[in-house]
């Protein structure tokens, strides 16, 4: 099947921002970037503005000499995390195939939607349409085979744009265009390409190769292959966390075993309720200690079969415990427990013997409940002791690191 990715990209993102909560800066040529006569650049130009030819990185006394009756303002990040973290979640409801770039601009795989949506450009169509009706802010979205010549489709469009280029078409989309719009050249690279008589992406990519790798090394054929609209890199969706753990430190350093086995079973068990909300199975176990004096052991097991289970993360940690407190016999000042190497849970559940069953079933029961009522609302056996050490609420108990421990 032929990729359709896509590349989302806001417009005058942070001014547009400005503009959605104050509909007064709407129309007229707004500078987000500070005072102009404050040193500094322009970060955000809007339309109105860039048609005196402000843009970006341009100084702000140069920008309000060229547009004397821009409104220059200072912005606040806060507005513009808020707005992105919005959008961002209006994409993943069409495709949890998701790769945000920057605040404004992120790639979507969109191969295989058609059926969903009629076709990839409605997709398109439905996606800005939320865009402008929750958050008041307007999308360009260029489609294609690959990343590069949908970024550069998406660019083309603006402002308020959708280009799709058919497969097939790459090529001879991308020729006429100056080598400056090609992503991955700049300054300093269109200087050198210039110096060879290449102007436009179509020179570009009939150069020979063995030209461009003299004069620009790795970035030369990476550049040839972009040229000439191939481009294989996936959509990838931010790299989830190789491991989740939990620790805390003891309001008083401590020998009593109890009370780190209680400890350790709690954490071990927000560790496993994480991980199975994560849906991911655990190969490796480890156990962190640091004693009175600040040193610090870390120990790691390695299971025979991944899992993600309550018991086993305890019973893995509990014997790592015992073996360090059999070497070392000073007081603990902080326990933490953690899963590593993670795979996607491969086996039947009937594969399992009946007593493995049992404890993936009571392991998910506990987790339905937990997550309608709170942490404390079932307490394991062990847990109880810290009833008498922590105080709790509904979220779990208060240990010294809540933000480690919860
Ligand atoms: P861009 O997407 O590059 O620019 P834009 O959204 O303002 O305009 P366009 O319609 O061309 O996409 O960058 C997104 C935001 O990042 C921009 O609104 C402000 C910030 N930014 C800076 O702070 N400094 C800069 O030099 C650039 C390029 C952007
Ligand atoms: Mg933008």
Redesign the pocket.
Known sequence: MARRIMHI????????VEQALNPKLQGKPVV??GRPDRRG?????S?EARAFGLH??MPLATASRLCPQAIFIEGGFPK?REASQRFMAILAEFSPYLEPV????AYLDATGFESIYGSTHQMAVNIKQRIRDELKLCA?VGIASGKVVAKVAS?LS??DGLLEVAAGDERSFLAPLPIAKLPGVGKKTERILNGLGVHTIGELSTTPLSTLKSHLGASGELLHRYANGIDDREVEPPSAAKSISRETTFGQDTRDRSQLEATLRYLGERVGSELRQRGRQAKCVTLKLRYADFTTLTRRHTLGQASDTDQIIFDTGLKLLKGALAQEKQPIRLIGIGVANFVEPGRQLALLDSSAQRVERLNRAIDRIRNKYGFTAIQTGRTMRLKDIFPTDKEGYTLHTPSLSR
């Open positions: 990209d806001l417009d005058a993102f942070f001014v547009s987000v970037g650049v322009v970060a955000a130009a339309y970006a990185g513009y920057s605040l404004d601009e360009s660019e603006k402002p």
